[in-house]
């Protein structure tokens, strides 16, 4: 029996809904352990096609999707015509809907989504793309370590002609700010926690306003190229910006804000999940 691993395989940037939180935005690690006897070529598995295969498999299953914990206390789901409708009630008497073609959802057997029962899940799925001289594996899935603020955020972009068009999709990511150059943490960790399991919203996409168990709640949708979507869900975690939310419009708007209240020149480096991001620079004039 010999072992191989892959750390760093993919990363998964998707959302998931949560009782208490609401749709979550989160972007995870993925690192993948073989376990069989040596094939003719003296391998468990070829790193070629572990680095294809198997990343394509779990991308495909996983990445920018909704993730949907169908055991949770108030969750409904009906699929038809190969489009999800979901309602998910929320620990604070709020509700969360969405509505979008099947492939931008993914089911869960769990009352929780977290980083053990999709691994479990996972480790089952991707044993059956495997040769049969792979007995075992092992999948991990963890989150970048991040020493500074940090937030969850979900959000959709219309007119991206990839997965990024999937109106509840998101990303767990870093924010640094800069103050006339010099390095602002009591700014980063403030809009970290402004952020924090916000929905970015393009203020087009907002359809109306609507009150259930006396909280607001806003509603939104467009048709993009893969079909129509919406969602709905309380307005204090609606964070509306007057464009696409794209992270490079993220980074230039939190910086205009940033510059007129605190009267600065402002550099906003905005990451969207790991690795990747957007600088924002606004000059302060009086």
Partial sequence: MARLFVNNLTVIDFSYLDHARGVVGESWIVDIELAGDLDEQGMVFDFGHVKKQIKQFIDCEIDHRLLVPTGSSGCKTKLDNQRYFIEFALKSGGLITHESPQDAVLLVDSDVIDVNNVAKDLQE??????PDNVTGVKIHLRNEVIEGAFYH????????LGQCQ???HGHRSRIEILTDGARNTQLEAHWANKLKDGYIATECHILDKFQLNGIEHTRMAYHA???????????DKVFTMPMESTVENIAKYLAAIISQDNQSNIVVKAYEGLDKGAFGDATFTH
Avoid at 154 to 160: A, I, R, W
Avoid at 225 to 235: K, M, R, V
């Fill in 125 to 130: 799925s991707v044993k059956g793309l495997l």
């Fill in 153 to 160: 955020y979900t959000h959709g972009l219309q007119k991206h």
């Fill in 225 to 235: 190229q893969q079909g129509d979507f919406a969602i709905s869900l309380p307005s």
């Fill in 166 to 168: 999937r109106i509840a």
